[in-house]
């Protein structure tokens, strides 16, 4: 019996790897972040499979779960949104399968920060400019520890994906502009690859407002940086006296 701890993409079903479907289509038990993951998912589990949606489970009910499928030997899908090393909070549920002695492995994912770079055909590293993504999020009930502040990581004037944060859209943008010029780049891309996908452009200057026009409160991301408008830029990639390896 294995636990396997599977990235299901930012919504769009199809973005899933093709190991993480494979392993879903056997897994008899699943369990799903249903405030995130599409439900979807389950057409590719098995028929009699068992369907747990997380949202309303503490990690306590997850245990019982996980217990009661070691003593059927039945294999565990469970499914993150995106990828599951951010902001998954998989580091619990492994230390659990470890107490169980229960097997466990991670199937990657598509994290929302890539498709939605996807979907805005951009590159979030810019020949010529900066070659950094910082992945962040404002604190909530998680603290974020004070050396990795927003006004702090936005000094590097690298892309930045901020996560978790778009309920406090403001604080964010105050934050930004203690090191960042107003006129920068901004979008907020919320609930990419849905069907109700919409992205927001604007600058650290009025995307607060655009955003609470919207209303827009979650299940959003907040891209920052100037690379999200180089679009026009080269890289030497492809330059013909460039002869390069990762072609
Ligand atoms: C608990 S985190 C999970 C992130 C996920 N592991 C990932 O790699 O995308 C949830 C946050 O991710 C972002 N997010 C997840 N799915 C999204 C989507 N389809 N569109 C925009 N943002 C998304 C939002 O910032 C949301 O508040």
């Known amino acids: 019996m294995k636990v396997y701890f599977i990235g299901a993409g930012p919504g769009d079903v199809d973005l899933i790897t093709v190991k993480g479907r494979d392993i879903l289509s056997r897994c008899r038990v699943v369990i799903f972040a249903g405030s995130l993951v599409s439900p979807r998912h389950l057409d590719f589990a098995p028929e009699d499979a068992e369907t747990h949606d997380s949202s309303s489970l503490s990690l306590d009910d997850i245990r019982k779960i996980l217990m009661s499928?070691?003593?059927?030997?039945?294999?565990?899908a469970r499914l993150h949104t995106g990828d599951p090393s951010l902001y998954g909070a998989i580091r619990e549920q492994i230390e659990m399968c470890e107490e169980l002695g229960i097997d466990w492995?991670?199937?990657?994912g598509v994290s929302s920060a890539f498709a939605a770079a996807a979907r805005l055909g951009?590159?979030?590293t810019v020949p010529g400019g900066t070659q950094t993504l910082l992945f962040t999020r404002l604190e909530g009930r998680t603290p974020?520890?004070?050396?990795?502040?927003?006004?702090?990581?936005?000094a590097h004037h690298s892309s930045i994906a901020i996560f978790l944060s778009i309920h406090d859209i403001d604080k964010v943008t105050g934050q930004l502009l203690e090191s960042l010029p107003p006129s920068t780049p901004v979008v907020v891309a919320a609930r990419v690859t849905w069907p109700d996908e919409s992205f927001i452009r604007g600058t650290l200057s009025d995307i607060a407002e655009k955003v609470r026009s919207a209303g827009?409160?979650?299940t959003a991301l907040i891209l920052v940086g100037?690379?999200?408008?180089?679009?026009?830029?080269?890289?030497?990639?492809?330059h013909e006296e460039f002869k390069h390896g990762y072609r």
């Open 69 to 76: 499928a070691r003593e059927r030997g039945l294999d565990v």
């Open 105 to 108: 492995e991670i199937v990657p």
């Open 122 to 124: 951009v590159e979030y």
């Open 144 to 154: 974020v520890p004070p050396e990795e502040s927003l006004a702090l990581l936005a």
């Open 216 to 218: 827009i409160t979650k």
């Open 226 to 238: 100037d690379a999200l408008e180089s679009r026009r830029r080269r890289s030497c990639l492809y």
